[in-house]
């Protein structure tokens, strides 16, 4: 990058047609490379060609990347009219852009027409080195908005975290109240078993109390009917007395 983009001498066949030109290498993607080529022609010029121009010169016929020039004006390069015949062929990692220069019916060559040459191979190598440029720069770009927008998601991401674990802290401070909650109501239910436990167990002992007491009343109203056969009086003593027993038995039942 810091001399520029290698130029090299070399023969391609264009529409079935040998000619000697010059071309050099990039390691871009073609398409990238043939809108830039479009591009800078266009610039130049200011003029479509096809829908591109190179310079001010005439019109040029472009197919596959093909560019057919006749009568150009390129006064950096020569004075007079240049024919040119230009090819952009490549892929995704690796393109070639290589053209083909005549000026009065004789074809540019390094060992020929030295001047011309160098001037040609300076105005390829100065796209070249350009498209690398901007290619770079273009790096430079998207490396900054993945920055900026890393920074971005990275804040989010930080605020979402914050939310998310003010979330837990106040799930966390429900769960422990929850469970003192449980803890305290577990202690109540134990306290309410045993206090249960003791009722029953009192009215297991009133009950077995009252059997007793009623076993023994009933044994006294066996003795009051056996007396009262004995005399009315005390059968009449006995059967109230017997009446307020049973009273009594009605109210304990």
Avoid: C, H
């Avoid at 520029?4 to 066949?13: A, D």
């Avoid at 490549?90 to 030295?114: A, M, R």
């Avoid at 991401?157 to 914050?162: F, G, L, Q």
């Avoid at 249960?196 to 167990?201: R, S, T």
Wanted: proline share 2%.
């Amino acid at each position: 990058m810091a001399q520029g983009p290698r130029i090299e001498e070399s023969e391609m066949v264009v529409n079935g047609i040998s000619r000697k030109g010059q071309g050099t290498t990039l390691q871009l993607d073609r398409e990238v490379v043939e809108r830039a080529w479009k591009a800078y022609l266009k610039k130049q010029s200011g003029s479509p060609v096809n829908g591109v121009s190179f310079w001010s010169f005439d019109k040029a016929n472009k197919s596959k990347g093909i560019y057919a020039i006749k009568n150009g004006e390129i006064d950096t390069i020569s004075s007079q009219p240049i024919n040119i015949v230009s090819k952009v062929a490549g892929g995704q990692d690796s393109t070639v852009v290589w053209w083909s220069l005549e000026i009065g019916g004789k074809s540019l060559s390094q060992g020929d027409t030295p001047k011309e040459w160098d001037r040609s191979a300076g105005l390829l190598q100065q796209f070249a080195r350009n498209l690398y440029l901007e290619d770079i720069q273009s790096e430079v770009d998207y490396a900054e908005d993945v920055v900026v927008y890393s920074k971005e998601e990275a804040e989010r991401m930080s605020k979402s975290a914050s939310k998310i674990k003010a979330k837990i802290d106040k799930n966390l401070e429900e769960k422990a109240a929850m469970e003192a909650a449980l803890a305290s109501r577990t202690r109540e239910l134990e306290q309410l078993n045993q206090n249960i436990q003791k009722d029953l167990n009192r009215q297991e002992l009133a009950l077995a109390a009252k059997e007793r007491e009623l076993n023994e009343m009933n044994k006294k109203l066996q003795r009051w009917l056996i007396r009262q056969e004995v005399a009315q009086q005390e059968m009449e003593i006995m059967r109230q007395t017997m009446e307020v027993v049973k009273a009594k038995i009605s109210r304990m039942i």
